[in-house]
C-alpha cells in the first residue's frame, strides 16, 4: 500500500505534532481521556492548536466508551488516549464494546521512556499482549520518525475492519523532532455490487413462501427501500437486538424485535421462514430462529459476514443501493396471503399488549409507562443512548416510534454505557436533542462523569430508572433457583448529586410530571437529570440463554 505524502511544512515538527496533523486528516475533532505523564508531550501539542479538542473526563473506561459511542454514532473513526499501566487498563473495557460492536476507534497510550522499556520502572507493562484480545492492530512505536506509518496502518485497519486499533508509545517519543509527513487519507471504494449474487438471491427470493427480513442498525440508511421491499415480498419486518426507533410500529409488516427486548410472539413466527434476508446486523439468537432455512446476509463489507449467522448467500454493498435491485427484480413476485395474514396477527396482538402494558399508571413507575413517556416526548431528531440492564429490555420492549439514533453496547453490554454515549453523542451532534435512559445501577458506576457533561456545557438529559436494586440480576439469579445476592443497591441521592454538579434535577412524583419535564427539558441550558422512582418490575421475557 503507497501512501501519498503532503507536501513537507517549513520548520521542525514533534512527534506529537505530526500525529495531530494526521489525525485532523482524518476528520478527527476529539481525543478523550484522562491527563497522565507518559502522554504529557500529546496533551502539550493539543494545546498548542485547535483544531482537535481533548475531553477530559473523569476515569479512562468513560473515555474509550465515549469513542466507541463517536464511532457508532458517526460511521466515522473515534479516538481516546491514556497514561501508560492503570489508564491502558482503563481503557479495556472501552475497547471491548468498540471490539465486539465493530465500531473504528483508536486509542493512544502512554509507554515508559524508551531507556525504561523492558525494566522494572513504575506502571510498565507489555502493552500489546495486554490488549491484543479487544483490538485487531497493536504497535509500539520506538522511533520518531515510524510514527506516521504506524498511526496510518492503525487508523487504516479500524476504518475498513470496524475494529479497535492502538498505539503505544513511549512518553520521550512524543516530543522528538520527526521527519515523517502525514499520509492523505487513503479513498475508500465501495467496489462494484456482485451482480452475480444479487441474481443468486432474487432466485431464493421468489422461490419464499414465507419470507421475513431481519433488520439492524446497518439498514438505517436504506428504511424505505427496506419498507418497499417488505410490500413487494409480503415479508414481515423483525428488528435486530438494539435496532429501535427505525420503521414505525404504524407500518404494517413491522414486527418489532426480535427475542430479547422484543415482541413475544414473534420467535414463534420468524422459526416459520424458510427465506430470511439479513441486512446490517448480526444478531441471529439461538433457539429462536429457524433451523432449516435459506439465508442471504447484506452487508457493507466481506468481513461482516457469516459473524454468528450460517448464511447461504452473501451482499456486499451498500442497502441503499442493493435493496432497490432486489424491489425491482420482486416486481412480479405473488406474495402468500396466508403468511401476511400471519403477520398481521402476531403484529396485532403484540400491539394490544404493548398499548396496555404502556397505559399502567401505578407508582413507582411501570418501566413500560416510563418507556411511554419517552417515546410522547421523542422526536425524529432524537439520539437516544442506552445502558445495560432492565431499563435497556424494557426500552426496547416497548418503545414504539423513530428517533435519529438509538446508542448501546449492544454485545460487549457493559453497564455504564448510556451517560459516556450521551456525551459522545451531544459532541458530535450538537444541535440534536440526546436523551440516556439509564438504570441506578449503570449511572452509579460513572456518576463523577456528571462533572464531565457540565464541564463542556452539554444540554442532555439523563432518566435513571431507580428501583433499588440490579433488577435484571436479581430476576435471573431468581429464575435460575439462586439466592438473590449482591443485587440490592445503596443509591445516594441522585438529585442532589446531580444538582451539586451544576445540573438541573428533579425526582418524578408523577407520569404527568415526567411527560412535562421531558417536554421543557429542551428549553433548558443545563444537563437535566430525572430521577423516576420505578416499580420492581420482573421483565417477563428473558431469553433461555445467557
Known sequence: ???????????????????????????????????????????????????????????????????????????????????????LANIINGLGDAYLDRSPVLAITGQAPLNKIGTPYKQYINQ?????????????????????????????????????????????????????????????????????????????????????????????????????????????IAMGYGAAGIIPESFSYALGGLGEGGNPYLADLFKQADVVLVIGTSWWPEGITPIRTYIIQLEKSHHRLGIGIPTNCGLIGQSEEIVPQLIKG????????????????????????????????????????????????????????????????????????????????????????????AMAAKFSYPHHPVLCVTGDGGLGMVLADLLTAVRYQLQITVIVLNNGRLQMENNKMKEKGFLAEGTELTNPDFVKIAEACGWLAFRIQ?????????????????????????????????????
Open 1 to 87: 500500500m503507497i501512501e501519498e505524502k503532503l507536501p513537507k511544512p517549513s520548520g521542525p515538527r514533534t512527534v506529537a505534532q505530526a500525529i495531530l496533523e494526521q489525525l485532523q486528516l482524518w476528520g478527527v475533532k476529539r481525543i478523550y481521556g484522562v491527563v497522565g505523564d507518559a502522554i504529557f508531550g500529546l496533551l502539550d501539542a493539543i494545546a498548542r492548536q485547535e483544531n482537535i479538542q481533548f475531553i477530559a473526563v473523569k476515569h479512562e473506561s468513560v473515555a474509550a466508551l465515549m469513542a466507541s459511542a463517536e464511532a457508532k454514532c458517526t460511521g466515522r473513526i473515534g479516538v481516546c488516549a491514556a497514561q501508560m499501566g492503570p489508564g
Open 510 to 546: 408523577s407520569a404527568a410530571e415526567l411527560e412535562h419535564l421531558l417536554q421543557t427539558a429542551g428549553d433548558r441550558t443545563k444537563p437535566v437529570l430525572l430521577e423516576v422512582p420505578t416499580a420492581q418490575v420482573p421483565y417477563p421475557n428473558y431469553p433461555n440463554t445467557d
Open 128 to 236: 500489546q499482549e495486554l490488549v491484543q484480545a479487544v483490538t485487531g492492530y497493536s504497535q509500539l512505536v520506538v522511533h520518531p520518525d515510524a510514527v506516521i506509518n504506524a498511526l496510518t496502518q492503525a487508523i487504516h485497519t479500524s476504518i475498513t475492519m470496524d475494529i479497535p486499533s492502538h498505539l503505544s508509545i513511549p512518553a520521550d517519543i512524543f516530543t522528538m523532532p520527526t521527519h515523517a509527513q502525514p499520509n492523505k487519507p487513503i479513498q475508500m471504494s465501495a467496489g462494484d455490487i456482485e451482480e452475480g449474487q444479487v441474481a443468486q438471491a432474487l432466485s431464493r427470493m421468489r422461490s419464499a413462501k414465507q419470507p421475513m427480513i431481519l433488520m439492524g442498525n446497518g439498514a438505517r440508511s436504506a428504511v424505505e427501500e427496506v419498507k418497499q421491499l417488505a410490500e413487494v415480498w409480503g415479508s414481515g
Open 330 to 421: 420482486l416486481k412480479e413476485h405473488a406474495i402468500n396471503p396466508m403468511w401476511v395474514e400471519e403477520i398481521q396477527q402476531c403484529k396485532q396482538i403484540w400491539l394490544d399488549q404493548n398499548e396496555s402494558e404502556g397505559n399502567k399508571e401505578e407508582f413507582p413507575l411501570h418501566p413500560a409507562r416510563i418507556i411511554r413517556a419517552i417515546e410522547k416526548n421523542c422526536t425524529p431528531e432524537t439520539i437516544i443512548t442506552l445502558d445495560e440492564g432492565d431499563s435497556t429490555l424494557w426500552f426496547l420492549r416497548n418503545f414504539r416510534t423513530i428517533c435519529k439514533q438509538v446508542v448501546l453496547s449492544a454485545q460487549w453490554r457493559t453497564m455504564g454505557f448510556g451517560l459516556p454515549a
